[in-house]
Structures are given as C-alpha cells and as structure tokens.
C-alpha cells in the first residue's frame, strides 16, 4: 500500500497557544483511519490544516506525494480531499437534490462548463447517494429543514457525491440518535469498500471507531500520544490515562 | 495638484497648518468613530445613521445660537437632545432589527439616514450653517499657522467626553451592563441584566456623542444637511481601522483620519476631499482584506 | 404546471411590453422608467438575492455607461444612432472591464464589509466624476439631439429599454437554470463550504457581477440618451435615489426569486408615479420610510409571503 496522504511533523499555532505540535500521521490508500483524542487536543485543527483553513507553522503536507500545505481549501478539494464539518454545513436555502447537483464534481470545472443545466445523469447519481442515506424522499425539501442528523447524512452524501479520494469526517455519528448509528457505520464501510473512498475519521465515540478504523492515531495537548490497530489503543494505557486527564 | 504638492514640502510652516488644523477636526471624527464602535460592540449593529445623528446635533446648537443662547451651551443641550432622540430612534426601529441579518440593521439605518437627512434639508435648508463661538484664533510662527481657539477647545472637549465614556463604561453601574451584554447577551440576561434597556440605553449614549460632535462640528467647521454619510462613512473607516473595543486605537485613527483628510483637500483639491474619505475606506477594505486572505496562505 | 405559468407571464408582459406604448400613448417616457427599473432590479438581485451580496454600489456600473454614452457621443463625431450604438457598446465592455477589476478588489469581502465598502465606492464614484473636469466636472454633460420628432424619441427609447429589460430577464431565467444558479446560491448559503467543496468561487463571483454589469452599463447609455442630460450625482452615479430603488424594489418582490425583482419594479414604479407627484417636495423622505418600513416589517418581499402562506395553507389542509 502507498500513503494517500501524508503529514509530516506539521506544527500550528494560534497566538500563544500550540495547537498541533509536530503531528506526523499517515493514511494509505483505500483504509479507513482514526483519529481519536480528548477534547482540545487538536483533531479539529489537524483537519484545518490538512484542508487548508489554516495556514500551518511548520512541517509537510504530501497527499498523493503532491505537496499541498500551500495551497487553499478550493484546489486542495479538487485534487480530491473533502472534509465534513462537526457541526454540519450545507446550503441551507436549497433544496436536497439541488445540494447533490453543486456538490458535483463537474462542479470544479470552469465557467463555460458552469453555464449548462445540470446533466440528467449527475440528478441521478445524486438521487442514488441520497437513496444511499436514506434521504430519498427528503430529496424536494429545503436542506435547512432537515434534522440535525438527517443534515449530517445529507452531507455525507455531498461529499460522496465530490468523488473524493480521502474523505475527512469530523465526529460523524455527533449528535445522530443512536438507533441510527450501526446504519451510519454500515454506510462509512460500504463508502470505503464499493465506493473506494479512503475515510480518515475524528471519533469521540469508542465503540465506533473501534468498529470501523483499521488504524487509529490518538492525539493529546496538540501531540501524537499513540498510534496502531483498534486493539493496541484499546490496550494503551496512555490512551485510557489521557482521556481520564491524568496525562 | 503636483504644485500644491511640492508647496506642501517646500513650505513646512503650511504643512504644520494644514495637518495640525486635521489633527484637530479628527477629534470630531473620533467621538463619532467612538460612538459607532460602542453600537457596533455592544448591538452588533453597524449604524449607517450615524453621521445623520452628528448633523442633527449640529442644528441643534445652530438653532439654540440663532435664538440667543451662547454657543458653548450648544454642546451640553445637544448631547442631552440628541441622546433623547437616539432613545425614540431605538424604540421606533433598531430594538426590531437588532437581531436580525445584519444587512436588514444596514438597510434600515440607511434608511433611516436618508429620512433624517431630507427632513433636515426641508426642515433647515440646504445652506452651508456654521456658528461662530467668538473666541478668536491662536497663531504660531509668526502667523503662518493659525488655529481656531474653538478647535482647540473641540479637541479637548472630545478627549475629554471619550474619557468620561471609558470611565462610565470600567465604573458604572450601566457602564458594567453594556460590557457585560456586548460580550455575551445571552449571559447577560441569564444573570438578570435587563439588555433591551442597556441596547437602549447604549444606542442613546451614541446619538449623545452624535450630538456632541455635530455641536463642535458646527463650531469649528460647518455641517449641511449633506454631510452625514461621509461622518458615517469616516466613522467605520476609523473603528475598522482600530477595532472594535479599542478606545486609544479609535481616538489615534480619528486623529490620523482627520490630518490625512485635510492634507488630501489641500493636495488635490478641495473638490475631491469627499471623494478621497469614501475612496480610501474602500482602499482599506480591500487592504484589510488582502492582508487576510495572504495569512491564510503564507505561501502562495 | 409553475412552468406553463411561467411561459404564459412571459407572453402577457411581451405583449404587454410591445402594444403598451400604442395603449398608453401619453406614458411611454413612464412605460420606459418602468424596463429601466427592471434592468435595476434583476441586475441588483443577481448578487444581493442569489448570491448574498449586498451591494451598494451597482450603479457605479450604470453611470459608467452613462459617461462612456455621453463622452463618446461628444468625441467619437458620428451620426446619432451610429454615436449611439457606439457608446453603447463602449460603456458595456467598460462596465464589465469595471466590474471585474472592483469584483477582484472587494468581492473577496464578506457582510456588512461589503455593504458598506459598495457603497462608498458608489458615492467616491459620483464625487470623482463631479471632480473631473474632462466630463464636465458638477455641471455634467448634455447628450446629443435625437434626430427624430419627439413622438418617435420617446418610442425608440422605450423600446429599446424593453428589450434590454426583456433579454435581461431572458438571461437571468437562462442563468439560474444552470448550475451556475446554484452555484451562486452555494455561495449564498455557505461559501466556505462552496470553497471546501472545490467550487472556483471568485471566478463566480466576478461573472456573476460582470453580467450585472454588462446591463447596467447598457441600460445607463440608453438612460442618459433618453433623459437628455446626465448629472454626476443625481443621474449617473444617484445613488441616493436610482441605487436605493435597485435594493428596494428586489426586496420588496422577494430576493432571490425569478419574479420579484420584475414585480418589485412593477410595483414601486406604479406606485412611484401614482403618488409621488402628491407628496411635493417629501418624496425623499417617503423613500427614506418606506425603505425603514419594507425592511423592518416586510423583509420576505411579496414573493417570498405568497410562498409563507401557500405553505400555511399546506400545512393547514
């Protein structure tokens, strides 16, 4: 296997304070990665970083083997790296197939090929994503209108619908009912295996990611704590040490 | 335009006039920018009727003067009408759009400017009004700089009305109130902070210092009932420039604003002196904005 | 069905549009205002409806074409029409040229930043040209004779406006079929996340504002022709009152719809002409309450409450 992706000692700072602090983490072609770690200790930023958001202080960002730490969120994703927002974003205002149809990958092209309808097969393809999450019938319906959960499913499928390559997804199952959850998983699985969409995936529920990850990166105070397979952290007594505060 | 340029350095004594004239009219400018900045902290509001709020402080004290009065009355009567009329103005219209999209609080004040400023046209005219307060002039090197008294007094007034704000904003009672709901309405009212009262009694606090700067504007410059909207506009440019919360920062970039503005009049011309406020907020948008755009990308 | 009705709108108004000056022999100056201010609106809409700018500052664009008309007429030495086509032409290129260098500049700018930044370029624009020595500094510019009787001036103007107005709305319907439609209104509703999704965002943005301009730049030649003469600050760069029209009357039909701008034109235009006669001298400071009015009480536009109250009735029944 060869990496996707690749950071390499990457380093940021907001003011003072060190969010991310020399994290180097790898995600290979085709698995499903974690990343896991208490609350303020840098997962978020991680993905800024990684998308472009924020400028990095130091260190290297290689995905494909293309250096992208200089680049901004826009051509980062159209390489084929799409991110998810914790708390969710959609376009409000517009109705489910017609966040399906911009979300596009054709989308990326120039102005000339922006000035024609949406071809018939992209409205399909959209359709089966959203048939894919169970929003189908939710398809005419204003996106603002949709449940928290229900937007967080309908962004799923947006960024399936961008054809990524690596998909980040910030704490995907946050606030879905937890019924829902093994359906959630089976989908994130069925992404990665039919779809062959590579997931690196920032988790705060255990269950999941020990379910779903074949590797998982533990962060803690903006540092790499621990890396390996879900049963070496599972084992990891730093990891259990950090989550309870006494690292 | 080249020739005013080159008289500008050849002859210092000049320069020190126009800019120290600007320096002084800037702290007009500042207590506007200063009352905008309070609004805009504390309402999150960007209030497009501000300059209206100066030029009606300005009648104010120009109407108290043709009735009599000595002109220096005008600053106290002004800031206290005017801080009436920004109540019935919060009552009548802001308490409804204060929070809505912030380009619904933009329209209304707009059009609450261009109301104002009509009524003030139909109302006072469309004469250029100035009032003398008869305290003579100050002049320096040997005559060649001269500064009204009453800018002088302008000038010290201002910082002292700003002082008197931060003073009532760190100590009083009220003053407790306002910070606490610019920072968080929502705890502020959880703790029993009545915060329609204290936007009320903020947005009435701005239309005072309004008043007190239409009043020394009408002093030592003159108003019409045209010149809002360049306050307002000079007003954003200085707290944009500042920061919101900044009061040293405000009164510098009022006072910078202020010599930067009549060194441009005097460089290109009068006739474009208006044009040169409005363009160069724009510029400093465009600057402020490039500067963040290239953080987000140091390398590109 | 929405489809029929749409082509059926479109049929009553060219016709509308076409026999009206015929009907309505003694309005057709007012029947030209009324395609003007819908130029205004739809153009206005494009960015402060679909795309969630405000700007502004639209009518730098307008009295662009107003001055490269008038200049170009004076300069150029042709015959009427052939000055005119002329400076037509002219102003559209220079207001797309405009458009892109000011989208470059301050399209990057987001909220009230925006709001306030389009403003001042409006009104720095109007100070400058009533400045400005070369297009008449504040006395501003006459435009050339029509060489027709007047009867036919009034007609030619009118019509010309209406097929500016029609190909307008003809464009924008075309537009915000395609995905460049719902591109503008990603960027609308999250425009980072139109970024993030790897849409060209700033390449949008300037298009969108370059076609705006492109009809405004237009409408504003055939404007100062028609009017006869143009004033840096009450014709060509007006913001204080053909600027605040465009904002009003789109949000008074319902941003970000197909049809309110068109009815929002309709609407303020009629009752403009109906009552403002009356109001002697107060005209101003009835826009200045009825802007303060429509925005605080009535900010969904018509538009947007007919679609409140078909949905009410939805969920009721």
Sequence with gaps: MSALLEVRGVTKRFGGVVANESVSLRVEKGEIAGLIGPNGSGKTTLFGCITGTHAVDGGDILFEGQPIAHLRTAPIARRGL??????????????????????????HGGLVALLRPVPAATTRRGDDLLAFVGLHEKRAERAGRLSFGQQKLLEFAMALMNEPKLLLLDEPTAGINPTLINGLIDRLRRANTELGVTLLVIE??????????????????????????????????????AYLGAA | MLDNL??????????????????????IFALAAYGMALV????????????????????????????????????PVSAVVMFCVGWLIYRAVIFRV????????????????????????????????????????????????????????????????????WLFLRHARLGQAIRATAQNPRAARILGIDTDRVYAMTYALN???????????????????????????????????????????VIAAGLGLGALENAAGFIFGVEFQIAFVFALMVAILVWRNARAARKRSHLQ | MSRVNDWHIMAALALFGIAAPFLLPGLVTQLAFLWLMVVFALTWDMLGG?????????????????????????????????????????GAVLAVLAAIVFGAALLGIRGHYFAIGTLGLGIAAGEIASGWRYVGAGSGLALPLYPGDLGSREF?????????????????????????????????????????????????????????????????????????????????????????????????????????????????????ELFWTYLLGWQRVALGLLIVVIVVFFPQGIMGWLAERRERRGTAA
């Excluded at chain 2, 080159?6 to 800037?26: K, M, R, S, T």
């Excluded at chain 2, 010149?227 to 040293?248: I, Q």
């Design chain 1, 82 to 107: 799409i991110r998810t927002w914790q708390q969710t974003r959609i376009y409000d205002d517009m109705t489910c197939a017609e966040n399906m149809a911009i979300s596009a990958r054709e989308a």
């Design chain 1, 204 to 241: 705060h529920n255990m269950r999941v990611i020990m379910n779903l990850a074949h590797r998982i990166t533990c962060l803690a105070h903006g540092r790499v704590l621990s890396e390996g397979t879900p049963d070496e952290i599972r084992d990891d007594r730093r990891v259990l040490d």
């Design chain 2, 6 to 27: 080159l008289l500008f350095f050849q002859y210092p004594p000049l320069a020190i006039d126009v800019i120290l004239n600007g320096l002084l009219i800037g702290a």
């Design chain 2, 40 to 75: 805009w902290g504390v309402l999150n509001i960007v209030n497009v009727v501000q300059g209206e709020l100066v030029v009606l402080g300005g009648y104010v004290t120009f109407l108290l003067v043709q009735s009599g009065m000595p002109p220096l009355l005008g600053l």
């Design chain 2, 98 to 165: 204060v929070d809505k999209d912030i380009f619904i609080s933009i329209l209304a004040t707009f059009g609450l400017s261009i109301l104002i400023q009509q009524l003030a046209n139909l109302l006072f005219g469309s004469e250029v009004r100035t009032v003398d307060a008869e305290l003579g002039s100050l002049h320096l090197l040997g005559g060649t700089v001269t500064l009204a008294w009453i800018k002088i007094l302008a000038f010290g007034l201002a910082l002292v009305a700003g002082a008197v704000l």
């Design chain 2, 207 to 249: 239309a005072a210092l309004c008043g007190a700067a239409g009043s020394l504007a009408v002093m030592a410059w003159t108003i019409h009932p045209y010149v809002g909207l360049p306050y307002t506009v000079r007003s954003f440019m200085v707290v944009v420039v500042a920061g919101v919360g900044n009061v040293a920062g």
């Design chain 3, 50 to 90: 679909r795309m969630g700018y405000n700007s502004f500052g639209n009518i730098v664009f307008f009295g662009i074409g107003c001055y490269a008309a008038a200049v170009l007429q004076r300069d150029a030495g042709l015959p009427y029409f052939e000055g005119l086509a002329l400076g037509l032409a002219v």
């Design chain 3, 156 to 272: 030619f103007f009118c019509y010309s406006l209406f097929a500016l107005a029609a190909l307008c709305f003809l464009t924008c319907r075309w537009l915000y079929g395609t995905r460049f439609g719902l591109a503008l209104n990603a960027i609308r509703d999250d425009q980072d996340k139109a970024d993030a999704m790897g849409l060209r965002t700033t390449r949008i943005k300037i298009f969108a504002w370059s076609v705006s301009a492109f009809f405004l730049g237009i409408s504003g030649g055939l404007a100062a022709n028609m009017i006869g003469f143009i004033d840096p600050r009450d014709v060509a760069f007006a913001g204080a009152t053909f600027g605040v029209w465009m904002v009003l009357m789109a949000i008074l039909g319902g941003k970000g719809t197909l049809w309110g701008p068109v009815l929002g034109a309709f609407v303020f235009h009629v009752t403009q």
